[in-house]
């Protein structure tokens, strides 16, 4: 997912179904507990584990992009097709673009989620 050491993760959306392996290689990879909540530092990704019962993701991202750094990404991770809760590729790619944000990439991270990475769209780019 390309997290490298010393980089601030943004958690939201932790609940009892998350994959307790994954969060923790990636806290091993960056060196640092999530930030959960509020905070007043510039984070370098979120990690947004997003089920359909959630609420609206359009709001979710927009709240993740306030404290996200210019370079940073929001990986939006999201049950796999067949799991409780989950959310068809589709609903993350209508909000994406509201959002100023882009997807970039797709991948399988754990038995039960994918993780969707988007970026703020560049400037001049259609």
Not at 34 to 47: C, K, M, R
Not at 53 to 76: F, K, N, P, Q, R
């Amino acid at each position: 997912m390309g997290f490298a050491q010393g980089e601030l993760v943004l958690e939201v959306g932790y609940g009892a179904d998350c994959d307790a392996a994954l969060r923790s290689e990636i806290m091993k990879i960056t060196g640092t507990k999530f930030l959960e909540g509020s905070t007043n530092e510039v984070i370098d990704a979120v990690l947004l584990w997003f089920r359909e019962d959630d609420g609206d993701l359009v709001d979710e991202l927009m709240d993740a992009m306030a404290y996200l750094s210019e370079t940073g990404s929001i990986w939006v991770l999201t049950p796999k097709v067949g799991r409780i809760g989950h959310v068809e590729p589709s609903d993350i790619q209508d909000a994406a673009p509201t959002c100023g944000l882009s997807q970039t990439s797709s991948l399988a991270v754990a038995a039960d989620w994918t993780a969707t990475r988007l970026v703020a769209r560049k400037a001049g780019k259609r």
